[in-house]
Every structure is written in structure tokens, then in C-alpha cells.
């Protein structure tokens, strides 16, 4: 293991940072095709046992499918991950430095590689990311029309069908894409009977938090990136941070309908905003109430039951 070397690229929107450990090699190109064609080449040249990508909102979506193309071992970590060991390493906190911490991380923690999406997954991901935009711009959309004044509400209406209408098409382009196995249609059910989750945020959670139903409600709170942590030695103030950002997105969208149309996380949102708590904190935590909420459901093959008696404990209040 000596000899072998180990890559980490910091990838921004308009540049692409790259380090090469144990030899401490570093350049920055532009992050445009010539930049991506001059990292391809110098990975291609050292050969590393293992190249190592912080998450960044998708913006290392396309570079990193390449890379795998090529069958380069790629391992995309999440920003958390990432926060701790640059606080543990006593790097500073500034994004020069990201790189040569990301390579120093890959030769320490060795983290598992990526396996490669094929075309449809990819695909399907990407749609799945339209979607949650678009909802996104719906809800946005209808907020501004209560408040609209009577001349602008149909205009309002008109951009309401309008992404309505492409939320449909995109529903019915995933279909394509997703061979859902019987068992997967099972898994569909349970979380569909929780009040405020639909037929897309049940799938799409499936495919964005596999582990969703095999971890405890901490650990599955952590993946997704919901669960209070420090973010620094020392500091009390905690915050969520790190996990998944697609499978936080769609839980997201999810906890605002629940918020709704779930009478006990409605109930348990009004209690937060009860005790003072601002509204993003009490979003926050109807986040992750209802991540338990789903988690359990799946571990315990249970749906979803109005009857607290008869409901597992994690969907008990």
C-alpha cells in the first residue's frame, strides 16, 4: 500500500481542484471540458487506488458518472463526513484547502468506492431531481397566490398547470425506468399509507435512502441528514448537516404535505411552534419525525394506524 497513490477533487462551480498524496501533487483547472479532460489524463497517468469527491448538491453529478465510466475508483462522501474529518485533521476552513483534505481522507478512511450508475439510473435520478424542483416551484407558486391580488390570480393558475402539467409527464417518464420488484410494491404500500405520503415520495425515498427500514431512527436520521450535530468541537449549538441531499430534498416536499394533511405531525408541528421554536426548526424535526415515522413502518412491515394502541412506538408521539 506504499506505493499507491490517492485522489481527491474539490469540484466547484467554476473550478475543478485536484491533489495527489503521498506526492502532494495539486493544480486547479477550469470546470468546463478541457478542465475534465486534464484531470481524466493526470488520473490516468498515477492510477489511484481510490479518488474521492465531496457531495456538493449535484454539482459533481456529471464528472463523477465520467469518471465511473472510465472505471475509476470513485467515492462521493457527504459534506458531514467530510466537516469531521477536516475538523479532526485540524485543516482550516477554507475551500482551497478542500482537496489535498479529501485525498489525505481517502488514503486515512479508505471509504467504500461508488458503484457505477448505468444510463437508466442515471437517468432516472436526474428526473427524480426535476420532479422535486418543479414541486418545489408548485408550492412556491401556490403560496404566491394566496397572496395575490384578484387581476394576477389567473396568471397564477395558468403557471399551476403549467408545472402541473410537467410533473405529470415526468410521473410518467420514471415509469420507464423503474423495474419495481414485488417485495419493492409491498414497500410502496406501507409508506403510501402514511397520511401526506404519495406514490412518488414513497418510491422515490425507496431509491434515494435504500437503507430506509434497516437502521435505528438515529442512524437512518444521519444518512438522510436530519440529525443535530455539532459543527465544531466545542460548539453547542447543533444543527443538522451532511446525509443525503436528494433523499433530504424528497423528504422535505413530503413533511409539508404531512405537515397538513398527518394529523400527528401537524399536532407535533403546532407543539414546536408553541414553545417558541422558529419555523425552520419545527420543519426540521417534522423532517425527522416522519423519517422515524416511515423507517419503522418498514422495519416492523406495520402500516400506518390512526389507533396509537395499535401503531409500532417510533410512530407513537
Known amino acids: 500500500m506504499d506505493d499507491e497513490t490517492f485522489a481527491g477533487i474539490d469540484i466547484a462551480r467554476e473550478s475543478l481542484d485536484f491533489h495527489l498524496r503521498p506526492m502532494g501533487f495539486h493544480c486547479?483547472?477550469?470546470?468546463?471540458?478541457?478542465?475534465?479532460?486534464?484531470?481524466?489524463?493526470?488520473?490516468?497517468?498515477?492510477?489511484?487506488?481510490?479518488?474521492?469527491?465531496?457531495?456538493d448538491d449535484g454539482l459533481e453529478n456529471r464528472f463523477v458518472q465520467e469518471l465511473m465510466a472510465r472505471d475509476f475508483p470513485v467515492?462521493?462522501?457527504?459534506?458531514?463526513?467530510?466537516?469531521?474529518?477536516?475538523?479532526?485533521?485540524?485543516?482550516?476552513?477554507?475551500?482551497?484547502?478542500?482537496?489535498?483534505?479529501?485525498?489525505?481522507?481517502?488514503?486515512?478512511?479508505?471509504?467504500?468506492?461508488?458503484?457505477?450508475?448505468?444510463?437508466?439510473?442515471?437517468?432516472?435520478?436526474?428526473?427524480i431531481s426535476r420532479r422535486c424542483q418543479l414541486a418545489t416551484a408548485r408550492d412556491e407558486e401556490i403560496q404566491r397566490g394566496h397572496q395575490a391580488a384578484a387581476p394576477r390570480q389567473e396568471e397564477t393558475d395558468q403557471v399551476l398547470e403549467g408545472l402541473e402539467r410537467e410533473i405529470a409527464a415526468i410521473d410518467g417518464e420514471l415509469e420507464k425506468y423503474l423495474q419495481i420488484p414485488a417485495d419493492w410494491r409491498v414497500r410502496e404500500a406501507l409508506l403510501q399509507s402514511i397520511p401526506g405520503i404519495d406514490a412518488f415520495s414513497a418510491r422515490a425515498m425507496l431509491i434515494k435512502c435504500p437503507g430506509l427500514g434497516a437502521?435505528?431512527?438515529?442512524?437512518?436520521?444521519?444518512?438522510?441528514?436530519?440529525?443535530?450535530?455539532?459543527?465544531?468541537?466545542?460548539?453547542?449549538?447543533?444543527h443538522p448537516g451532511g446525509g443525503r441531499s436528494d433523499a433530504r430534498a424528497i423528504l422535505y416536499?413530503?413533511?409539508?404535505?404531512?405537515?397538513?394533511?398527518?394529523?400527528?405531525?401537524?399536532?407535533?408541528?403546532?407543539r414546536m411552534k408553541?414553545?417558541?421554536?422558529?419555523?425552520?426548526?419545527?420543519?426540521v424535526a417534522c423532517m425527522r419525525k416522519l423519517l422515524t415515522i416511515m423507517n419503522v413502518i418498514l422495519k416492523h412491515q406495520t402500516p400506518w394506524s390512526d389507533n396509537p394502541a395499535q401503531a409500532p412506538d417510533g410512530q407513537r408521539d
Do not use: W
Not at 437512518?220 to 460548539?235: K, T
Not at 414553545?275 to 425552520?280: E, F, I, L, T, V
Open 28 to 55: 486547479q483547472v477550469s470546470h468546463d471540458e478541457a478542465g475534465m479532460a486534464e484531470i481524466r489524463q493526470r488520473l490516468q497517468d498515477t492510477a489511484p487506488a481510490q479518488v474521492v469527491v465531496a457531495a
Open 75 to 127: 467515492c462521493i462522501i457527504n459534506t458531514r463526513m467530510a466537516l469531521d474529518f477536516s475538523s479532526l485533521k485540524g485543516y482550516a476552513r477554507k475551500q482551497s484547502g478542500r482537496a489535498s483534505m479529501l485525498a489525505d481522507l481517502a488514503q486515512t478512511l479508505s471509504p467504500v468506492v461508488r458503484s457505477r450508475l448505468t444510463e437508466a439510473e442515471y437517468e432516472r435520478d436526474a428526473l
Open 215 to 238: 437502521f435505528d431512527s438515529r442512524q437512518i436520521a444521519r444518512r438522510v441528514g436530519v440529525a443535530p450535530g455539532n459543527d465544531a468541537p466545542g460548539n453547542d449549538n447543533k
Open 253 to 270: 416536499m413530503a413533511t409539508l404535505t404531512a405537515m397538513r394533511r398527518n394529523g400527528p405531525i401537524r399536532e407535533f408541528a403546532e
Open 274 to 283: 408553541q414553545a417558541g421554536k422558529p419555523d425552520k426548526v419545527a420543519l
